[in-house]
């Protein structure tokens, strides 16, 4: 290989005796040996795969043949098979193994990767290459799927700043570093502000209306900080939802909520100031690149197109959400005043006083339903669906490499012929290494690789669910099995993908289109056929009741308001930091006075506020685009009323799913796909139905 001669071929040889990345991975299936990495593998494994890439562009802008789709775009599709094995591990790590070790070495490592990725996206010639490719496109006999591939290149590399001038170029690469560092500046402090913070309960009264398993694991946190005999709650999901919605003492309540919509506001962990340069800097980049605005730049690439597209969608939904989030704050305060409270609704009372209303009005209480989904029984059902719809059966790998020895691979087959399709893993439970939130990705993805093999991928979902506690095992809230389906959604675009080249498969589509797969996904995880199968109590092994299913349906439009306002509200916030020249900004005062703009109310904040919106300010991945979730949604609630018209397990419409949706991924356009599945154009009021807001 071209890559080894640049490197010494001694050097090469004897860095890949000792380096996993620098050579074929030989586990079934090719799952990486995660036992074999070590920290510091990652450094040399990412200069040899740049050196590899580096040789491998040459070899295309050397070629002196008319550039066509074999020489010029299908080697895109493979520049570099080490940085390929190499960036799959360390993107994974860099959020849920995320050790101080690991994290000065990421220091270094994200740079590099940055400036590789530069040199390609870049480069005047290999554009120039596959613009003459684009001109042709009509006339060189490709397949339509090809044909997409190239637009794809053309319009990415146009979009990343190729078509620039050298001066501008310069320039754009200079903001993408800087952008890069304070992405990894904002990780950082959200990540040091989320462990640093706790509260410590001292009177074991405070703790009335706790369910036992998350007394219990307050109590080992508490051991874990020397603090025997004491409770301690963090900000991490499982500790810090629990406290909202079901504890009695309304001063808990109020300093975890406190603490959570102030973090990374203050100190060292301020992410307010990185915040500013973020918005700026973005604002200069727009400008580099031809558009008035970063939320019109960002936009223009997707289904919705223009940001006032997006934002017209938002405040369709976004005011008969706040007029029913206004009907429920008033049976909130209903309630309190009955109870003799005497004091107005505020923000820590929302999930508190939600739970109160929903268990009066339905006869329902997150205490009373969570025995009925310990993750395995949440698990089972999930994979039963799975099973029903889509023909797959998910097989237990446990001799697999994994990362963490609570991390479970799974064999991904065709439950007819036993066919590999994929391999899946999970993991589900917090540590101080791993960032928030839940979210799906792959360490490879499906197509065609540079020998000439398609592969299946390798897809997993990450999670941050509550622990067992000592006998009692990990139980979920009704949000948290939704959450669970909600990345097996996700998993399920990745695993089923069919399409031949790997930049048009699984998730590889329109940001808008993205979330369909998962948010539909949800529907199921409530749906009474699938709560007999699965909702089983950890301890008697009693399947849920019919009177319990029918309570779930009933109050499964309770709380939408509240729920609808936080997530178009947080959408909207986001496309007002994407219209802004980042000038004299202060974000709390931004934040303030767009909530009074938009009429935000007063009980309800942003569903991340700022500081913590991770979405837009971790990384470029949702930024002026946290509103294609609703956008998602819009096609997600027209595609289940499909579904519960011919039947949720109805096979012809899961094979028309299946094929149009999860195996095609961007082989054709959004719009077309949906439309040959539904038999229409999205409709709009479908949301506004499944919400019970019409």
Known sequence: MAATAMLGAGTITAMADQNPFLQPYTAQYEIPPFEEIKTSDFIPAIKAGIAEQEANLENILRNRA?????????????????????????????????????????????????????????????????????????????????????????RQFAEQGAALSPEKKEQLVKINDELSKLFIQFNKNLLKATNEFFVTVYDKADLAGLPANVVEQAAVEARKRGLDGLWVFTLHAPSRLPVLESADSRGLREAIYKGYISLASFGDNSNYPVIEKIVKLRAEKAKLMGFDNFAQMQTAKVMAKTPEAAEQLLMQVFEPAVNRAKEEVADMQAYVDAQGGGFKIAPWDYYYYAGKVKAQKFGLSDAEIQPYFSLDAVKKGLFHCAEKLYGIKLVEMPDAPRYMDEVTVYDVQDAKTGEHISVFMTDYFPRETKVQGAWM??????????????????????????????????????????????????????????????????????????????????????????????????????????????????????????????????????????????????????????????????????????????????????????????????????????????????????????????????????????????????????????????
């Not at 270094?108 to 996206?121: H, W």
């Not at 986001?574 to 202060?586: P, S």
């Open 66 to 154: 008319m550039p066509d789709f074999d020489n010029t775009i299908l080697p895109l599709e493979n520049l570099s098979p080490i940085l390929d094995r190499v960036a799959g591990v360390f993107y994974h790590y860099d959020s849920c193994m995320k050790t101080p070790e690991f994290a000065e070495m990421a220091d270094e490592a994200i740079p590099l990767l940055n400036d590789a990725s530069n040199k390609v996206n870049l480069n005047p010639q290999l554009f120039d290459r596959i613009k003459s490719v684009y001109d042709m496109r009509d006339k060189m006999g490709l397949t339509p799927v090809q044909k997409r591939l190239v637009e794809k290149y053309y």
């Open 441 to 694: 990705e792959q360490m490879q993805s499906a197509g065609l690789y540079g020998d000439g093999k398609m592969k299946r991928p390798i897809v997993y979902n990450v999670c941050n669910f509550s622990r067992p506690a000592g006998d009692v095992p990990a139980l979920l809230t009704i949000d948290e099995v939704q959450t669970m389906f909600h990345e097996f959604g996700h998993a399920l675009q990745g695993m089923l993908a069919r399409s031949e080249y790997r930049s048009l498969a699984g998730t590889n589509v329109d940001r808008d289109a993205v979330e369909l797969p998962s948010q539909l996904n949800e529907h199921w995880a409530t749906a009474p056929e699938v709560l007999r199968y699965y909702a089983k109590h950890y301890k008697t092994g009693a399947p849920i009741s019919e009177e319990m299913i029918q309570k779930l349906q009933d109050a499964a439009k309770f709380n939408q308001g509240f729920m609808t306002t936080e997530l178009a509200g947080a959408a909207l916030l986001d496309l007002a930091w994407g219209a802004t020249d980042g000038e004299g900004i202060d974000v709390p005062g931004f934040e303030a006075a767009y909530a009074e703009k938009i009429g935000m109310p007063e009980e309800i904040t942003f569903r991340y506020r700022s500081p913590y919106f991770k979405h837009i300010f971790g990384d470029d991945g949702y930024a002026s685009g946290y509103y294609t979730y609703l956008w998602a949604q819009v096609l997600e609630a027209d595609a289940w009323e499909l579904f519960e018209k011919k039947g949720i397990f109805d096979k012809k419409t899961a094979e028309s799913y299946k094929k149009n949706i999860l195996e095609s991924g961007d082989d054709k356009d959004a719009t077309e796909l949906f439309k040959n599945f539904r038999g229409h154009m999205p409709d709009a009021k479908a949301l506004l139905r499944l919400r019970g807001f019409e």
